[in-house]
Each structure stands twice: as C-alpha cells, then as structure tokens.
C-alpha cells in the first residue's frame, strides 16, 4: 500500500499541488496592486530614472508571463502524471495524455478566471484565460517537439 501511495503521490501530486499554488496567485494578496508594491521599487532600484508608465507596462508584461509560464508548468505536471500512469516513457508523445493536460489546464483556467470574479482586488479576464491556455499549448507543442526530436536521435 505504501509503494502506491509513493506511486501515486509522486506523479499526481505536483499538478495538485501546482494547482493550489495557482489558486493561491488568484488571491487579492497577488493582485496588480500588491505585487506592484514589490516589482515597482525593484525595477526602480535597477533603473531609478524610469518612467512611471514604463514600469506599468513592465509589470504589466511580467503579470502576463506569469499566466503563460504558470499554466506551461501546469500542463507539464498533468503530462507527466499521465504519461507515468501509462507506464509509458516521457521521451515518447502520446496524444490522449497530451489532449488530457490540455482539456485539464483549460477547464481549470476558466475556473480560476470565475473564481476572481469573486474577489474584491481582482477581475475575470477572458484574455487571462486564453493567456493561460496558451501557455498550456505551448507546453503541449515543446514536448511534442522534444519526442520528434529524439525519435531522429
């Protein structure tokens, strides 16, 4: 029992957990005005001359990256859960786990978008969605590469 258990929290875990992290950036604790309280003062402590606007926008980009680069690790979590269910090697691209990841991070991108519409600090946002499943995608796509790749190895 304790072998499966060690199985099944070895693989299953992460994107659970990677889950409840991204739920925890969908709090009013990460919202625009929290965390420009930190990257604001940094990035004027490494360009004091800046202009206001141009660190809006600098945030602005950061907070979007974040959304692509959450969701990427997202999918890359649910993959690798699925594809070690499958007993099948990471090298090897199996559609159906691929098609799962990504089913997985898009339902969950608009479950989180809904949930900040709850929140006093925070908005839904379409575009986040569509910033997060692109992420996933784009996941998707690099590990799809990756198993072309090494096939021609």
């Given at each position: 029992m304790s072998s499966q258990f060690s199985h099944w929290s070895r693989f299953w875990l992460p994107p659970l957990i990677w889950m409840l992290v991204i739920s925890l950036f969908s709090t009013?604790?990460?919202?625009?005005?929290?965390?420009?309280?930190?990257?604001?003062?940094?990035l004027r402590f490494f360009m004091p001359e800046v202009a206001e606007a141009t660190i809006s926008t600098i945030q602005f980009f950061i907070r979007k990256t974040g959304h692509l680069t959450e969701y990427a690790l997202l999918f890359v979590f649910w993959y690798r859960a699925f594809q070690r269910h499958a007993e099948a090697p990471l090298k090897e691209w199996k559609r159906t786990q691929g098609v799962y990841s990504l089913a997985i991070c898009i339902a969950y991108a608009i479950t989180d978008e809904w949930h900040q519409t709850w929140t006093s600090h925070?908005?839904?946002?379409?575009?986040?969605?569509?910033?997060d499943s692109a992420g996933a995608a784009a996941a998707m796509l690099w590990i799809r590469w990756r198993s072309v790749i090494r096939k021609d190895e």
């Open positions: 009013d604790h990460f919202s625009g005005q929290q965390t420009s309280r930190f990257i604001g003062p940094l925070r908005v839904g946002s379409p575009l986040d969605v569509t910033l």
